[in-house]
């Protein structure tokens, strides 16, 4: 109550001036049918802006309330997809949506910090992928985070199939671009085109067969280990990549005993 009666005393001449100015222009739009139209006009236009404004901004903060909707029913719909397949050729899994938080991408061996940790089910060598190929393996947990190997790391190797020839090897990454990696042990007599499709092949629990992460954009045949070097691009831009998902297989543990 002081500071208001120190605030009076100190501004009362404007707020003076303002009150009768206010009354004047009161008195005059009153009196006035034009005047008046114009500033009903003037009010209305502003106002609207304003909540336009507002509408918008809210529309744009609600719009991160709706992606984790979204990723959250991609998930789903992921877990679904893999029960369907479940007496096929793929491994039952659910898929727990995630954000990158933190990533790495031009170092030797890269990492990636996820919002998800073991309060969310999170566990040490789940692999993590998005909707157009592998982001890399969960190597260490949290209760509210947790941290990923990921693909652009040179201590990384996944599992993976030439889909043309159905010829399998080893992706590894060549640690100078992160767009693009090496694939060493697929064999001379496969069949390999630039432009071919290369894809999970299931062999690991990690990660389920049929996950597309790149395409051939060289090769060369080996003289001495009849083996083709094969140069490939990822699909996925790690640059970019924000929303995840991470892979828990029900069954890891049953096909881990297994082999």
Not at 25 to 42: C, E, G, V
Not at 145 to 160: A, D, P, R, Y
Request: aromatic share 12%; with cysteine; hydrophobic share 40%.
């Amino acid at each position: 109550m002081r500071n208001l009666f120190r605030f009076i005393k100190v501004y009362h001449f404007i707020l003076l001036f303002i009150l009768i100015e206010s009354f004047s222009l009161f008195l005059f739009i009153s009196n006035h049918k034009f005047q008046q139209s114009k500033f009903l006009s003037f009010t209305q236009e502003y106002t609207g802006a304003i909540f336009s404004y507002y509408s918008d901004l809210n529309q744009y903060l609600s719009l991160k309330d709706e992606n984790d909707f979204l990723q959250t029913e991609n998930a789903k719909l992921y877990t679904l997809l893999s029960k369907e397949e479940i007496n096929t050729n793929s491994i039952l899994n659910e898929y727990i949506p995630a954000r990158i938080i933190k990533n790495s991408i031009f170092k030797q061996n890269n990492f990636i910090l996820l919002n998800k940790g073991e309060k969310d089910g999170v566990k040490s060598g789940m692999g993590v992928i998005v909707d157009n190929g592998v982001i890399g393996i969960v190597s260490i947990t949290s209760e509210n985070f947790s941290k990923v190997t990921s693909i652009l790391n040179q201590n990384s190797t996944i599992s993976v199939v030439h889909i043309k020839s159905k010829q399998n090897g080893s992706l590894k990454w060549n640690t100078y671009n992160y767009m693009t990696a090496m694939i060493n042990d697929i064999p001379n007599h496969a069949n390999i085109q630039i432009g071919d499709t290369i894809q999970t092949n299931g062999f690991s629990s990690i990660f389920p067969e049929g996950i597309n992460i790149a395409k051939v954009i060289s090769y060369k045949k080996g003289n001495e280990n009849g083996l083709c070097n094969v140069n490939i691009k990822f699909l996925n831009d790690m640059n970019t990549a924000k929303n995840v998902y991470i892979i828990n297989s029900l069954i890891k543990e049953e096909l881990e005993e297994l082999k």
